[in-house]
């Protein structure tokens, strides 16, 4: 699994990032299990609640193609450093990941950081 590649791709999609509000862009790149990549980016709405984060658009556009697992996934923000998903993306990739988890690519400081999804969401929800 190449996770610069993945990581790469998510820079690629955060470039297309609507946030006029937050001014923080976000793009994410998922590896579904069939081999493709899926990218989404954030875009927000000046009803806050119906902004839509860059993991969850990725997501959906895997969910779309016909995906129904995804094998790894990386977000970046040229606004941070180590851009870890948030709570509500975090139930999101509980739903379409293994049960052992997923690489969780970020890029911090000094390259790329890898944490396995259970670090981030420890006791996650599923039926």
Same mark, same amino acid.
């Given at each position: 699994m190449d996770y610069q590649f993945?990581? !790469?791709k998510a820079k690629e999609a955060s470039k297309n990032s609507y946030s006029p509000y937050s001014h923080f862009a976000v793009g994410a790149c998922v590896l579904? !299990?069939?081999g493709n990549y899926y990218y989404g980016c954030n875009f927000e709405n000046s009803s806050f609640g119906l902004t839509i984060c860059a993991e969850r658009n990725a997501i959906g556009n895997a969910i779309a193609n016909g995906e129904k697992q995804i094998k790894a996934i990386a977000i970046y923000s040229p606004n941070r450093e180590d851009c870890p998903p948030c709570g509500a993306c975090r139930q999101v990739i509980s739903e379409f990941s293994a049960p052992e988890?997923?690489?969780?690519?970020?890029l911090g400081a000094d390259g790329l950081i890898t944490r396995n999804f259970n670090e981030l969401f420890p006791g996650r929800f599923q039926l």
């Open positions: 993945l990581m !790469e579904g !299990e069939s988890g997923i690489p969780v690519i970020t």
